[in-house]
């Protein structure tokens, strides 16, 4: 298989970004890179990730000039990403050791552009882990306009099929990137098993329901420009879906 460029966002995350790399480094696939752009931390991140960079060449520190949010982070390592592949991780999660395996079988077998799979909450100490996330088969781009089902961790994009991939600065600049493949008449595929660990904290940029929302809104009205009534429908939608999948650890 190609190698597999994985994108790592992190800013203050010494508690957990030393978990998230051994979760990469334990995974069965081992044609990988980890490209972790830290914008700007103020704790030991950055140090954490340079000394294990020493020991492991895969795990590379890119270092942003100045604080800028997730996307530029993760634009960085996008630009330096060497892989057909590229796996998206944030730097408080974590993948279980078959995840890259599995996932890259799927894909490979759909010639799939873009894929996700299944994942659990786990809490910021690691003592409770929640109900299987389970996702549909497949997405189209008027699909995953009303629908919540691909976690950033859990996504894969083959660049040979998917063409250019750029993030946009904006919130949920992971949502911007799906919708953006599929809007060229890809389908997005959904591996439904168990592979990955999504850490709920209180300090994530995605925890607020209502910044979420306004978000959302904002993706539909401008970026992807939708008529105020199609945007309705699909934030209704929306809602709805981020509810239910809320509405239980």
Not at 56 to 73: E, H, M, S, T
């Amino acid at each position: 298989m190609p190698l597999v460029s994985i994108i790592t966002p992190s800013w203050n995350v010494e508690r957990f970004i030393e978990e998230t790399i051994d979760s990469v480094q334990a995974q069965t696939f081992t044609d990988w890179e980890l490209l972790i752009a830290d914008d700007c931390s103020t704790d030991r991140t950055p140090a954490i990730i340079a000394e294990i960079g020493e020991r492991d060449p895969r795990v590379k520190l890119i270092r942003q000039a100045k604080n800028g949010g997730p996307a530029l982070a993760r634009q960085a390592s996008i630009d330096q990403a060497q892989g057909r592949y590229l796996a998206f991780l944030d730097s408080d999660d974590l993948w279980l050791p078959t995840k890259l395996e599995r996932q890259l079988a799927f894909a490979s077998e759909k010639r799939a552009a873009l894929s996700y799979t299944a994942f659990r909450r786990i809490d910021e100490a690691n003592t409770s882990s929640g109900r299987l996330i389970e996702v549909p088969a497949q997405l189209s781009y008027d699909q995953l306009l009303k629908n919540t089902s691909i976690a950033t961790l859990t996504a894969l994009v083959d660049r040979e099929i998917s063409g250019p991939v750029a993030m946009t600065n904006e919130g949920y600049d992971d949502f911007c990137l799906w919708l953006s493949i599929l809007r060229r008449g890809h389908v997005a595929y959904g591996l439904n098993e168990d592979l990955a660990r999504y850490r709920v904290r209180g300090s994530s940029v995605s925890s607020r329901p209502v910044r979420s929302a306004k978000w959302v809104w904002n993706i539909y009205r401008n970026v992807e420009q939708l008529p105020l009534v199609k945007s309705a429908w699909c934030f209704g939608h929306w809602g709805a879906r981020a509810w239910l999948k809320r509405r239980q650890f």
